[in-house]
């Protein structure tokens, strides 16, 4: 089954550490895997995504496929990362249909 | 740019009543879909659409149905609400071509139905 796995509801870290937010995927064929973040009272948007192999607000992923893994980090974390991270798949079946995770939500504390 | 635009964002509705969220986008994006937002299981589909008169169901259809008559709106009905059908809405669209482009997102309903 087409599934994205966000092991972890919340995650606290102080201002300055370093964070990864996990996201495993299970899908057969090749996948497309963002990342969207939604801050307080904001409208979902689109953070990164893994064709771009860019940094976004100092967030990188990389697409692991031999551990269908695409985690997202930062080496210093920023108390305006605290938001809400939802890990995405999309290519299913030349469908366009969209499979988020449960969603993380990053607490950065001062 | 309007973009992704969700109508309404409140609403409060009594069990069996019935109501529209609206959903337009101004971008011509061929894709639209609905999400529902629950505490700790995140984002769910309920139904989405390839292009206008073609519709499809997503994870979670029951109690909801949609229709695409243009390209540029997507409504959600609920024929019957439920308290079950408590939730934030989401309404996304995106374009077709060459790769997966990003959804983009209106701003949510929040529906309360008691």
């Known amino acids: 089954a087409q599934r994205v796995t966000q092991p972890e509801k919340l995650l606290s870290v102080f201002k300055g550490a370093p964070v990864e937010l996990k996201c495993n995927y299970s899908?057969?064929?090749?996948?497309?895997l963002f990342w969207y973040v939604q801050y307080s009272r904001q409208r979902l948007q689109l953070l990164l995504r893994?064709?771009s192999r860019e940094s976004i607000k100092g967030f990188t992923a990389d697409l692991n496929k031999g551990e269908t893994s695409f985690h997202l980090k930062k080496p210093f974390a920023q108390e305006e990362d605290s938001a809400m991270y939802y890990c995405a798949l999309s290519g299913l079946g030349g469908t366009y249909k969209y499979i988020f995770g449960t969603g993380t939500r990053l607490k950065v504390l001062a | 740019n309007a973009g992704v635009t969700q109508t309404p964002k409140f609403q409060v509705l009594k069990t069996g009543q019935s109501m529209t969220l609206q959903c337009a986008q101004d971008?011509?994006?061929?894709?639209m879909s609905w999400y529902r937002q629950d505490p700790g299981m995140g984002l769910r589909l309920i139904h989405y659409s390839v292009g206008a008169g073609i519709t499809d169901q997503g994870e979670v259809p029951n109690g909801y149905n949609v229709s695409r008559s243009t390209t540029e709106d997507f409504p959600l009905r609920l024929l019957s609400a439920a308290p079950s059908q408590t939730s934030v809405y989401f309404c996304?669209?995106?374009?077709?071509?060459?790769?997966?482009?990003?959804?983009?997102f209106g701003n949510g309903t929040r529906l309360t139905v008691t």
């Open positions: 893994h064709i």
């Open positions: 996304a669209s995106t374009s077709k071509g060459a790769g997966n482009s990003p959804l983009h």
């Open positions: 971008m011509n994006h061929e894709y």
């Open positions: 899908y057969s064929g090749s996948p497309e």
